[in-house]
């Protein structure tokens, strides 16, 4: 299993701001992968983040709106720019571990207003 | 991506009663898992089960691969399992990206 610590754990933003994510993995990873759920809505995969590359951007998402870093195997943030009401969801970070099952930090809910 | 769909989108269970959701899936899975979303927003782990059937005290699952479909069983439902379940997996073809369903929504009535 993998024990992920995120934070924050929820906020609430000004439009037009930016709200950094953080998440600590308890192994190493090769991959993580960060999430939204918008409300009543179910999980979208924004983009995965692999160690030392570029991260990539699902369609309908981009970097300058959603800048990631992977500086090393257990860390990764996720980044919410220029934030907009839209913007309000569930924020989750999420790991694979060797037998390919999935685990998921405890979330970020944003409110924007 | 594979297509994942779930049903029934929403259920009221009484206290006690037992129920069963289900994952149909558009193509072959290589991972398949249960999550149970708490009302804080935290998707907990219930069941990884690419195949066959496993249980978990009151909740049961069983995944015939060959047919693209998984059940989750809830038996003796309580007021603490209301919340969203969604079942999840990624394809044969897929890069480790996982397709989640719409998910279903218990309220369990005490």
């Given at each position: 299993?993998?024990?992920?610590?995120?934070?924050?754990?929820?906020?609430?933003?000004?439009r037009?701001?930016?709200l950094?994510?953080?998440?600590?993995?308890?192994?190493?990873?090769?991959?993580?992968?960060?999430?939204?759920?918008?409300?009543g809505?179910?999980?979208?995969?924004?983009?995965?983040?692999?160690?030392?590359?570029?991260?990539?951007?699902?369609?309908?998402f981009?970097?300058?709106?959603?800048?990631?870093?992977?500086?090393?195997?257990?860390?990764?943030?996720?980044?919410v720019?220029?934030?907009?009401?839209?913007?309000?969801?569930?924020?989750?970070?999420?790991?694979?571990?060797?037998?390919?099952?999935?685990f998921?930090?405890?979330?970020?809910?944003?409110?924007?207003? | 991506?594979?297509?994942?769909?779930?049903?029934?989108?929403?259920?009221?269970?009484?206290?006690?009663?037992?129920?069963?959701?289900?994952?149909?899936?558009?193509?072959?899975?290589?991972?398949?898992?249960?999550?149970?979303?708490?009302?804080?927003g935290?998707?907990?782990?219930?069941?990884?089960?690419p195949?066959?059937?496993?249980?978990?005290?009151?909740?049961?699952?069983?995944?015939?691969?060959?047919?693209?479909?998984?059940?989750?069983?809830?038996?003796?439902?309580?007021?603490?399992?209301?919340?969203?379940?969604?079942?999840a997996?990624?394809?044969?073809?897929?890069?480790?990206k996982?397709?989640?369903?719409?998910?279903?929504?218990?309220?369990?009535?005490?």
């Open positions: 299993s993998a024990v992920i610590s995120q934070k924050p754990s929820r906020d609430i933003c000004q037009g701001t930016s950094t994510i953080q998440c600590q993995v308890d192994s190493q990873v090769t991959m993580m992968f960060w999430y939204r759920q918008q409300p809505q179910s999980l979208t995969l924004i983009a995965t983040a692999n160690q030392g590359s570029e991260a990539t951007y699902e369609s309908g981009v970097i300058d709106k959603f800048p990631i870093s992977r500086p090393n195997l257990t860390f990764s943030t996720l980044t720019s220029n934030m907009s009401p839209e913007d309000s969801s569930i924020y989750l970070c999420s790991v694979e571990t060797a037998n390919t099952e999935a998921f930090g405890q979330g970020t809910r944003l409110t924007v207003v | 991506g594979i297509q994942v769909e779930q049903s029934p989108p929403d259920l009221i269970l009484q206290e006690g009663a037992n129920s069963t959701l289900r994952c149909n899936f558009s193509d072959s899975v290589n991972n398949l898992q249960w999550f149970h979303q708490n009302p804080w935290q998707l907990i782990n219930l069941f990884y089960i195949s066959g059937t496993k249980q978990n005290g009151r909740l049961s699952a069983t995944t015939v691969a060959t047919e693209r479909y998984s059940l989750l069983y809830i038996s003796s439902s309580q007021t603490t399992d209301s919340g969203v379940y969604f079942c997996g990624w394809g044969a073809k897929n890069d480790y996982l397709s989640f369903g719409a998910g279903t929504t218990v309220t369990v009535r005490a």
